[in-house]
């Protein structure tokens, strides 16, 4: 299976498993499936009454619906959320609605027109597993660990800690996939305590300390044990 390595805005380099030809195939099967219930739907309530209105509703539900959704939803559909996959760019920024309209602007092509060949056929021999939508955006699908509550809450022990008042209430800004990249780079110090993994720890760390505003830092492994610790509690 191709893998990627992406540096994060926060010069961490992170490795993602890219999606498979055959993972990509049966989100957009699934994707189609839902779009042709939505259109059911349409049909059903407004076709005999504003056919009109329906047909033009029809095109522009199936028109919008993968940059919409992308957009709204980080990179994914319906079928890419069910088949655990997700848009991401390659070089760490945050997608835009211009990236995902950028990827979409060929799939009418790469995918429609060509039941998916020509599409699947490029993925298949690119190193990174891109259709040419994802060439002209800079974007990769890669496979999204389930990172739920449950597993995030095993990063520390959560059961002595009854009328625990976090020290930094702020780390709420913060979300998951950023608590599970902070324990990953702290662990992968501390395994292997080099100078690439002490430059990511402390860029890590500058990043953290002006995204939640916190000053006085003595000790970085520390700060990061204990934005990780009053996470898992403040969202148990």
Known sequence: MKKIQ??????????????????????????????????WLISLIFMSTFPLFAEVLLYILIGIYSP?????????????????????????E????????????TKGIEVYLTLGSLGGLVSYFSPSGQRLGDILANTVVIK????????LSRVTDLTNYEGYEAKYP???????????LMHETLSRYKKHRNQGHQVA???????????????????????????????VILTR
Do not use: C
């Open 68 to 92: 919409l959704l992308e957009t709204l939803n980080n990179g994914r559909t319906i079928g890419k959320m069910a088949m655990n996959l997700k848009v991401v760019k390659i070089n760490g």
């Open 94 to 105: 945050q997608a835009e609605a211009f990236d995902y309209l950028s990827r979409w602007s």
């Open 201 to 231: 720890l402390e860029e890590l760390v500058k990043f953290l300390k002006e995204k939640l505003d916190i000053h006085k830092v003595s000790n970085s492994e520390q700060l990061i044990k204990q934005l990780i610790k009053d996470y």
């Open 170 to 180: 702020q780390v709420l800004e913060l979300n998951e996939d950023d608590v599970v």
């Open 6 to 39: 992406i540096d994060t805005t926060q010069n961490v380099s992170v490795q993602y498993q890219l999606a498979g030809t055959s993972e990509r195939m049966l989100a957009l099967v699934i994707d189609v499936i839902a779009l042709s219930i939505a259109s």
């Open 144 to 151: 999204q660990e389930k990172v739920g509550r449950l597993k």
